[in-house]
């Protein structure tokens, strides 16, 4: 049974450029979530889906993020323009409630030059 | 503003002695708590987890404690294997509302 799919699972790119990240959740889990990791602030929720609809996307850190969810299987994290302090690595994860376990994608790994 | 603290960022322990790694929060809603554990260059995955309802919950070689008046919770490996060398996060959430995770520790079980 798969899992939580994610892509690319490394990403090299220069300052100024557009960065899209995709993600596949488990089929039937109605919530979704982007979190990001970084050293400093270890995994920072940034934005959640339930069937498809965003619910809280406040820890989005500013406009240059977006994120859809167009349907039930796929998800993007776009970063336009992205900056060096953008570098982190990106989860998603998907789940069955609100509260339950979260199922982790092996996440990408974004360097902005 | 970080409503689940972990202020160890890293422990070392000795293969076959107890691991404590700690969590802090601030959020007096939260009532479901959970352990992640991630290796490198894997998603974290799921560890165990405990309800409000609860004060210890135990698994195996991990027990998860409960403080709820001192806002505390922890996860106790015994006896520690080099295979749980990962990093652990410590997550929690309140009805309706998203999950928020800790920093992380780094654990380190030497042989």
């Known amino acids: 049974d798969a899992g939580v799919i994610q892509s690319p699972r490394h990403e090299v790119t220069e300052m100024g450029q557009e960065v899209t990240l995709r993600c596949k959740p488990i089929?039937?889990?109605?919530?979704l979530f982007w979190y990001r990791q970084t050293m400093m602030r270890g995994l920072e929720l940034l934005i959640y889906?339930?069937?498809?609809?965003?619910?809280?996307d406040s820890g989005m850190p500013e406009d240059r993020f977006s994120a859809k969810m167009p349907n039930a299987s796929f998800s993007t994290l776009k970063i336009q323009p992205s900056e060096p302090r953008d570098s982190a690595v990106y989860f998603c994860a998907s789940s069955l409630r609100m509260t339950g376990e979260l199922f982790f994608g092996e996440g990408s790994r974004l360097t902005v030059l | 503003d970080q409503q689940v603290k972990q202020n160890s960022p890293s422990l070392s322990v000795q293969e076959g002695r107890i691991s404590i790694l700690n969590c802090d929060y601030t959020?007096?809603?939260?009532?479901?708590f959970l352990w992640y554990k991630k290796y490198p260059a894997e998603g974290p995955t799921f560890l165990i987890s405990i309800s409000s309802i609860k004060d210890k919950n135990e698994d195996g070689r991990f027990t998860v404690f409960l403080n709820k008046s001192a806002k505390h919770l922890s996860l106790h490996i015994v006896p520690s294997q080099p295979g749980d060398s990962a990093v652990y996060f410590c997550a929690a959430s309140a009805l309706l509302n998203d999950m928020r995770f800790g920093a992380g520790t780094r654990l380190t079980v030497k042989p």
């Open positions: 889906f339930n069937n498809n609809v965003p619910i809280d």
């Open positions: 959020n007096s809603m939260f009532d479901y």
């Open positions: 089929s039937g889990h109605d919530y």
